[in-house]
């Protein structure tokens, strides 16, 4: 195996799965507001005389535009990992609060409010995928083809487990919304009823992407670190007059000097 992909394979698979390991500091989940059906409710109530003025609907436009792509919750893997309660931003700059001088909007909140808790647990998925990647950062410590393939295998079963974790993960929070006696609660004071789920937006955060996309880069690192390694055991072979590789040898270069007969 020629020594300058060994030594980049070498130091490039490590590197990639300690950057995959930090990405669970990251977001891999958020919780947004979803801008359509809530527009719709309002639509609804409005038709119906739920919103009393102008000034209110304006104001409950201007609220819609403000909660676009704001998240309102943020799961890191940590929080995932350890169970921990996700990052809570409920506060949105543009949105009313309740009071005497404020316009009535369906959207506008309590000063008051608190964030309901919305902590799903333990996501044991997710667990072992951190201990494989740290497992591939073990082995692919060691030389040759058995760290190449630890290294490369650890870190594709670890990304099939966080792509599978991610998606328990969005049902388990589902549950939880539609469970939260807070969120609910709060929905029914503005007059929109249904399910809590349908007003939020459950989404793969940058966390997530980023870390499958350095756990595929570790995959593809040993995957073309084994295939070069195989080339040169067979130009070896070759080279020596061995016996012929899988699918024979491949064409001698210009110049090269015929193999020696075989004895015998």
Avoid at 9 to 36: E, K, M, W, Y
Avoid at 130 to 137: A, H
Wanted: glycine share 14%; aromatic share 4%; proline share 9%.
């Amino acid at each position: 195996m020629p020594r300058d992909i060994d030594k980049a394979t070498r130091g490039a698979s490590p590197i990639l799965l300690v950057l995959a390991a930090l990405c669970f500091l990251l977001p891999f989940i958020g919780v947004s507001c979803n801008t359509s059906a809530a527009s719709a409710a309002i639509g609804s109530l409005g038709s119906i005389g739920g919103s009393a003025n102008s000034s209110g609907a304006t104001v409950s436009a201007a609220c819609l535009n403000a909660l676009n792509g704001h998240d309102f919750y943020n799961y890191s893997g940590l929080n995932l990992v350890t169970g921990s309660e996700p990052t809570a931003q409920v506060n949105v700059p543009g949105c009313p609060a309740t009071s005497s001088s404020t316009p009535s909007s369906p959207l506008a909140v309590s000063p008051s409010a608190q964030a309901p808790p919305l902590g799903i647990g333990v996501q044991p998925l997710l667990v072992v995928a951190l201990v494989l990647i740290v497992v591939g950062i073990l082995g692919g410590a060691r030389r040759g083809s058995a760290g190449r393939v630890a290294a490369g295998g650890a870190a594709l079963l670890a990304a099939i487990l966080v792509v599978v974790s991610n998606s328990t993960a969005h049902a388990a929070i589902v549950n939880k919304l539609d469970s939260s006696g807070a969120a609910n609660g709060s929905l029914q004071s503005a007059g929109l009823g249904g399910a809590v789920d349908t007003f939020f937006n459950i989404h793969a955060a940058l966390g997530f992407i980023l870390v499958l996309i350095a756990l595929g880069f570790t995959v593809l690192a040993n995957a073309v670190a084994l295939l070069a390694e195989r080339r040169g055991v067979r130009g070896a072979a070759w080279s020596l007059g061995g016996v012929p590789p899988p699918g024979g040898f491949p064409p001698r270069p210009p110049g090269f000097p015929p193999a020696p007969p075989p004895t015998g």
